[in-house]
Each structure stands twice: as C-alpha cells, then as structure tokens.
Nanobody, 116 residues
C-alpha cells in the first residue's frame, strides 16, 4: 500500500516562502505523475502543480512564476517550493500520486496559512 506524507506547511507572511514535501513509501519513479492540490475553506479542491515520470511539469495559472514542483527519486519525495505567497494561497495542500494502473493515492494534507 502506497503511503504519502506531506510536511512543511505553516504560517507565513504575505510575500514569504515555504517548501512543502511529499514523502512516498514506495519508489516515486513508478508513478505516472504526482500532483499537488489545495483546498481552501468552502472551495473545491484544485490542482496546483504536477510532475510527470519524465520530469515534465504543469502549473495552474494562478501559481505560474511563483511555485516550483520538483522530484527527488532517490529520496522518494516530491517538493513544492512556494514563493511570493499571497493570502489567497491559504489552503490545505495535498499530495496525489497516480500509478501505472491509474490508481490514485492521497496524503493527509498540510495546512498553509498566509497572513500578516
């Protein structure tokens, strides 16, 4: 059973930075792609950034130029570097992985709060 554990969330002031980590219990190079999602109170969960097995990346328009997704296969970890954070980035951030059989896995989420 694949297990994903997110960490790195917290409280940060507007304009600040955080780096989220998603540690997988299995080899992440076996996943088709891994995606960071977020869900703010009262809103639907939305995709933020994704990285494929070939290191291709995709970003939501609202984070382009501010967030960077990367993967370290040796550590079985995917990162989300978040810069120039805004109050509207406040949400619970979740890690998702899709394997070769198109099964999806979720982490428990990590809270990010951007506030002065």
């Amino acid at each position: 059973q694949v297990r994903l554990v997110e960490s790195g969330g917290g409280l940060v002031q507007p304009g600040g930075s955080l780096r989220l980590s998603c540690a997988a219990s299995g080899a992440i190079f076996n996943f088709r792609h891994m995606t960071w999602y977020r869900q703010a109170p009262g809103k639907q969960r939305e995709s933020v950034a994704a990285v494929g097995s070939g290191d291709s990346t995709h970003y939501a328009d609202f984070v382009k130029g501010r967030f960077t997704i990367s993967r370290d296969n040796a550590k079985n970890t995917v990162y989300l570097q978040m810069n120039a954070l805004k109050p509207e980035d406040t949400a619970v951030y979740y890690c998702n992985a899709i394997d070769d059989d198109f099964r999806g896995y979720w982490g428990q989420g990590t809270q990010v709060t951007v506030s002065s």
